[in-house]
């Protein structure tokens, strides 16, 4: 006797409960073909045989949308909704940080100008409420980024 584990990744099918918030417990539609009730009931057999009891070694999660931004995580144990969920509606990125990146410039002068510019942009963005003032924060902040990196690639003032 030892521990063992299944990976599955698979497509298709309709499943259910797409309502349940994290924490919330899973509500099965008993559908045939519904691939969240097929793993939940899998799950139970595992717990009806005493092969799933709940110790620390041991997990079943089902992951809806596997690597994806918006993926939704199950806990087949517990039967409760763990990350995420269908109906999250999550603020969208500031469209302006993504200008503040550097990885892409070509000489390390270059990075180095960007590198603080960057880092006060992520300050603003976790510390300043968002709003029209935080987006020109952003914005001049932006195009004094840009004029340091030029600065770095100017010819010598006449
Ligand atoms: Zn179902």
């Known amino acids: 006797m030892g521990d063992f584990r299944i990976d599955i990744t698979a497509t298709g099918g309709h499943g259910c409960d797409r309502t349940a918030q994290p924490g919330d417990d ?6 045939a073909s519904c691939p969240d009730c097929l793993a939940r009931a899998f799950v139970a057999s595992l717990k ?3 092969m799933l009891t709940g110790q620390p070694n041991q ?7 596997p690597n994806q931004a918006g993926q939704v995580v199950d806990d087949l144990v517990e039967g409760k909704r763990k ?5 999250a509606k999550e603020e969208p990125e500031e469209f302006l940080a993504q200008f503040f990146t550097f990885a892409h410039l070509t000489t390390p002068q270059m990075r180095d100008a960007s590198r603080p510019f960057a880092e006060l942009a992520m300050l603003i963005l976790a510390r300043i409420p968002r709003n029209p003032e935080r987006t020109a924060a952003l914005r001049k902040l932006l195009e004094a980024k840009d004029c340091a990196v030029r600065a770095m690639v100017a010819k010598a003032a006449p």
């Open 83 to 87: 990350h995420r969920s269908f109906t």
């Open 26 to 31: 899973l509500k099965s539609c008993g559908g």
């Open 59 to 65: 997990k079943a999660t089902l992951t809806h949308w």
């Open 48 to 50: 009806g045989l005493g």
